[in-house]
């Protein structure tokens, strides 16, 4: 009687998990470069019954329990925004920025420029060149990303196209083992960054939106709601099973 | 119930996406407006299981971690420095820029503001001013006496006076460009200030360096695409109702929760 409540909590805890997963995806559905996350679940069986510890049931009781979340890595939509250094990834590949804490990745291409002329990211973050950091010179002008990610620029003394830099668009072998951290930045522990293939391009002028769909998320969420609502009634119904249990087997008033 | 402070960040940032929609809405009519966007990143994660960590003690590991998002936020409003279209208005003191510079301003307070509105006046001097009365700089003065004001394309300011049949030149506009023109701050009165983010004002004449020519009897409208800003607006609208059933969705869970106590 008991294990009824327990796989029903089991579950309850692990839907809660997923309207906390379904909350963060819709709350940045308007993020630059986000992508939408995912929980996965398994099976858990309770352990045997071992003689050292008899326990009542003869059948194992499986439960369910999160086994990790996952990223659907697709690409989202490409909005025209005409900034300069508005850049967005076709295909497979990360920026990669300077943190304090060593080297992130990021689809989003939000940039801008700082006091020294130097390619950052919102955050201010140098964006990585292919020869360390991005930089411009006060007397720019017309800076265009190719393609393949080279920079060029018409400098304002010689009046002559001045290729700057290139890009560094980097992919992993294993996107999925990517750690997320904030601002839409990730880090790759026990991962080597691989240059780009040539299918990667960049667009200049564009931003990538967030991949969330959703009507996806809103339907899952209200299957989640539906779901929970459902196992509480259910545990509702097992406790009044057992108190009139309770009631009729041990009324002692006879 | 977490979800329903997520879902709380999502709703914050999808008001603050509507008030720079209703902003560039308003200025939609404003002299070379820029339209601004709002720049959202999620906030951090909690890792409940970390990507590669053990599994057994054979030496298995995760091949993937568990991460919960805590929302998002905003990180930046951004201007979008595209050149918007050229209106003929017939007056002679209005200017538009089509290139990349900027009007240079000489504030009340000495400091120097960049303006790309080129709806100029005289003041009681005769001298060039912006709408605000603020003196245009290099500063140029009318003959009260001139008249058939030419502007020209590299900005040459040049008057015919009573008696010659030949113009005469007054002056020369000076034109600014910025590196980062996105990184300038914008202090109201169609006004912008030199940042660090902007780098420093190369000051040239118009035409040369990239510094854009300029054209007389026009001005830049706004560059706020009235179709783009109400699609926008739609988008935040659901955005915020999305996030807001959410925060229902959540709080049905919760109340279920408590009438199983009972």
């Known amino acids: ?254 | 119930m977490r979800a329903l402070y997520t879902a709380a960040t999502g709703m914050v940032a999808q008001e603050m996406s509507v008030q720079i929609i209703s902003n560039n809405i308003a200025n939609m009519q404003t002299t070379a407006y820029k339209k601004q966007r709002a720049e959202f990143s999620d906030l951090m994660y909690q890792s409940l299981r970390r990507a590669g960590a053990n599994s057994s003690n054979q030496g298995n590991r995760l091949p993937v971690g568990l991460d919960i998002g805590a929302g998002v936020k905003t990180t930046g409003t951004p201007r979008v420095m595209t050149q918007g279209n050229l209106l003929p208005t017939g007056k002679d003191l209005d200017v538009a820029i089509r290139g990349e510079g900027f009007f240079r301003v000489l504030m009340p307070d000495g400091r120097t503001a960049y303006t790309r509105a080129g709806s100029f006046e005289t003041d009681d001097q005769g001298r060039l001013v912006t709408p605000e009365g603020y003196l245009v700089d290099p500063s140029i003065t009318f003959p009260q006496n001139a008249s058939n004001i030419q502007i020209s394309q590299q900005g040459e300011v040049s008057v015919l006076l009573p008696g010659q049949s030949q113009n005469t030149v007054l002056g020369q506009i000076q034109l600014a460009r910025f590196v980062n023109k996105v990184g300038l701050q914008s202090i109201g009165d169609n006004l912008y200030l030199e940042t660090d983010a902007s780098g420093t004002a190369q000051i040239s004449n118009p035409g040369v360096d990239g510094m854009g020519n300029l054209l007389q009897n026009q001005l830049e409208a706004s560059n706020v695409s009235a179709v783009t800003e109400i699609s926008d607006l739609i988008t935040a609208q659901r955005a915020y109702s999305m996030n807001a059933k959410v925060v229902s969705a959540a709080d049905d869970m919760l109340q279920s929760t408590v009438q199983m106590l009972r």
């Open chain 1, 1 to 254: 009687m008991q294990n009824a409540l327990y796989v029903s909590l089991s579950k309850q805890v692990t839907l809660r998990r997923e309207m906390d997963v379904i909350a963060n995806n819709l709350a940045n559905m308007d993020t630059n470069g986000f992508k939408a996350n995912d929980v996965t679940f398994e099976e858990y069986l309770s352990s045997k019954a071992r003689i050292a510890h008899p326990s009542p049931a003869d059948q194992r009781v499986s439960y369910v329990r999160e086994s990790g979340s996952t990223t659907d890595f697709s690409e989202g939509s490409l909005q025209q925004t005409g900034g300069t250094l508005d850049l967005a990834i076709r295909g497979e590949g990360f920026f990669v920025v300077e943190t304090p804490q060593g080297d992130r990745y990021t689809r989003n291409g939000a940039f801008t420029m700082n006091e020294k002329g130097e390619l950052v990211n919102m955050q201010g973050y140098r964006v990585r060149g292919q020869n360390g950091p991005i930089q411009f010179d006060q007397q720019d002008s017309n800076i265009t990303f190719s393609r393949e990610g080279t920079i060029t620029a018409i400098n304002g003394i010689q009046n002559q196209v001045i290729e700057r830099a290139k890009l560094n668009i980097v992919r992993f072998n294993n996107q999925n083992a990517l750690v997320r951290e904030s601002n839409g930045l990730y880090a790759a522990p026990g991962q080597t960054a691989q240059p780009a293939t040539e299918k990667t391009s960049v667009t200049q002028g564009t931003l990538e939106k967030s991949n969330v769909r959703p009507i996806i998320e809103m339907s899952r969420m209200l299957e989640v709601m539906r779901a929970y609502q459902s196992l509480s009634s259910m545990m509702t119904n097992t406790d009044d099973l057992r108190k009139t249990a309770i009631n009729k087997l041990a009324d002692t008033t006879s």
